[in-house]
């Protein structure tokens, strides 16, 4: 199928991609001696794999990072469960090590090409998908273009858009438009994400929700929890989740303020990025406390006073661990990080100001006082000290969030009911 014509800002974009195809081995290779990537998966970033395409329709879904693929991982199961075979792909080494804990058994997972024609020519010419499902707002110009080609119906799931993304679409307006005419549809989060999407050119838009609501609360292996259990007993622990550079000095000076009131005190900072943890480590001893990393050590001692979790995917256990938490991202200008899965398991969440990335959820968190806003340490310090020693304030403040999240679900069904007609479609071809 002949694709339709693009803008000159896509073409150029087209042209320089293609052009920059010769210099991807020496990027790569850089992002391999950063720790970015995975060496001996590496051939997929360019289109190519040692894994065959199973017969039968396909159902490619795409997530960018962490947060999209753990949203589309309910979605995922739904769809093998009426007979599709999936494609997951995402682009991040963390997020492939989340696919390979916590995706369906059968699911194939794949690192997604750069976006340079050849290489998504390649990738598309092997696994031939029948449907692209595309998490929040992974519309790169030359897969869009290829997909468009060969007559792939693409929806765009958990659409999200935020203002100043839809600012900067809007320098680009026939950009914009000529790439969201690709997307058959867009099911989009909330009304504003939706008026967006249509603003921008988008024929088709759907306001579903936010499939992150109706994620499950993020597992947690029972031997390794009732083992770290073991070793804290009976200490109150603050948890900082997904910290970025920044606030992990913020919390240090929390919990030395903490330290007066609760001299048992146990925290455990989890950062973003686990490879940071050696330099958390280091800001912790530099202000005078004794820190582990769990890398070095699966159980903290009786005398750390900052555990820090330089491991993946195991929020999950640290969330049944702490009374209360600190999501990142929040006190400096990143936009927050998810508080659903915290919310889920009942630990209080504190948040800082900067957090328009979950803007909605944090905001109905807020308003039915199942989140509180902090600005600083001595805020940290404070509302930790009630959430870890005031059993009403905790369960309370759990129950509200809880409430909130519930209230928000449905975001799944909605989507599958959705995408059922190219299910459908799908299956006639098939026959």
């Known amino acids: 199928m002949k694709g339709r014509p693009l803008p000159v800002p896509l073409r150029i974009y087209r042209g320089a991609a293609a052009a920059a195809t010769l210099l991807a081995p020496a990027w790569l290779n850089y992002r391999i001696s950063k720790g970015k990537e995975d060496p001996a998966r590496i051939g997929e970033r360019r289109g190519f794999t040692k894994v065959e395409r199973p017969r039968g329709p396909m159902i490619w879904v795409h997530g960018a990072s962490v947060g999209e693929i753990v949203s589309v991982l309910p979605l995922v199961e739904r769809l093998m469960g009426r007979g599709f075979a999936i494609l997951l792909t995402s682009g991040t080494l963390t997020s492939s090590r989340i696919a390979a804990r916590r995706a369906p058994r059968g699911v194939i997972h794949q690192f997604v090409p750069l976006d340079a024609p050849a290489f998504v020519r390649r990738f598309l010419d092997h696994w031939k998908p029948d449907l692209a499902l595309l998490a929040e707002s992974e519309l790169w110009p030359n897969l869009m273009t290829e997909l468009d080609r060969r007559g792939t119906s693409v929806v765009l799931v958990n659409g999200r858009l935020s203002l100043r993304s839809s600012e900067r679409w809007k320098r680009l307006p026939k950009s914009a438009r000529a790439l969201l005419s ?21 024929p088709r838009v759907e306001v579903v929700g936010n499939l992150k609501f109706d994620v499950p609360a993020p597992p947690a292996d029972g031997a390794t929890l009732a083992r770290l259990q073991t070793a804290i007993a009976y200490r109150p622990v603050l948890l900082g989740a997904s910290t970025h550079p920044g606030e992990d000095e913020v919390l240090i000076e929390a919990h030395k303020q903490l330290r007066n009131e609760l001299p048992d005190l146990l925290t455990i900072i989890a950062p973003r990025h686990p490879e940071r943890g050696a330099d958390v480590h280091a800001l912790a001893q530099g202000a005078g406390l004794t820190a582990v990393q769990r890398s070095r050590a699966p159980l903290p001692p009786a005398d750390t006073d900052i555990y820090v979790a330089d491991t993946i995917g195991e929020l999950g256990l640290f969330y049944r661990l702490a009374g ?39 905001g109905r968190l807020d308003a039915e006082r199942g ?61």
Not at 193 to 202: E, I, Q, S
Not at 333 to 349: D, F, L, S, Y
Not at 388 to 398: C, K, R, S, Y
Not at 410 to 423: F, I, K
Request: aromatic content about 8%.
């Open 182 to 202: 690709r997307v058959d549809l867009c099911l989009a989060q909330t009304q504003d994400d939706g008026a967006r999407f249509k603003a921008l050119g988008a």
């Open 371 to 431: 989140a509180i806003p902090v600005a600083d340490a001595a805020d940290i310090a404070r509302f930790a000290f009630a959430s870890l020693t005031d059993p009403e304030f905790q369960e309370d403040t759990a129950h509200a969030a809880r409430r909130a999240v519930d209230l928000l679900g449905g975001a799944l069904e909605r989507t599958l009911n959705a995408v059922d007609p190219y299910l459908l479609q799908i299956r006639l071809e098939g026959k």
């Open 324 to 362: 209360v938490a600190f999501l990142g991202g929040s006190l400096v200008r990143h936009g927050g990080q998810n508080p659903i899965e915290a919310a889920k398991i009942g630990t209080v969440v504190l948040h800082g100001p900067h957090i328009w990335n979950f803007g909605a959820v944090y």
